[in-house]
């Protein structure tokens, strides 16, 4: 069992920037596909960015490219999504999920319904 906490969230203006911070219970993360997620009011949750088990190559929605930036750190147990030039469609919360076994590139990993683990999620308002 994998327990993922996220923090960082919180109101920004829009131009502005925020830095998600997941960490995880288990031992080692090295062999986890991790995600980033987001779900706005109303709306499904959607994929956001993901970033692979031991080579770290990085995926995103067309919507975040260039301006968000994810990055993993497995002697912390963490990962991380830099936020840059936020803007208001980009509010919701924000969820971090994880997946020992699923494969993730251009096309794979980005429903949610393949990721096992989930945190909590954290709020991210942008204000116009």
């Known amino acids: 069992q994998v327990q993922l906490v996220e923090s960082g969230g919180g109101l920004v203006q829009a131009g502005g920037s925020l830095r998600l911070s997941c960490a995880a219970s288990?031992?080692?993360?090295?062999?986890?596909?991790m995600a980033w997620f987001r779900q706005a009011p109303g709306k499904e949750r959607e994929f956001v960015a993901g970033?692979?088990?031991?080579?770290?190559?990085?995926f995103y929605t067309d919507s975040v490219k260039g301006r968000f930036f994810m990055s993993r750190d497995n002697s912390k147990k963490s990962v991380y999504l830099e936020m840059n030039n936020l803007k208001p469609e980009d509010t919701a919360v924000y969820y971090c999920?994880?997946?020992?076994?699923?494969?993730?590139?251009?096309?794979?990993?980005?429903?949610?319904?393949?990721?096992?683990?989930w945190g909590q999620g954290t709020q991210v308002t942008v204000s116009s």
């Open positions: 970033i692979g088990r031991r080579s770290g190559t990085t």
């Open positions: 288990e031992h080692t993360i090295s062999n986890y596909v």
């Open positions: 999920a994880a997946d020992q076994f699923l494969p993730i590139g251009e096309h794979t990993g980005r429903q949610a319904i393949g990721y096992l683990y």
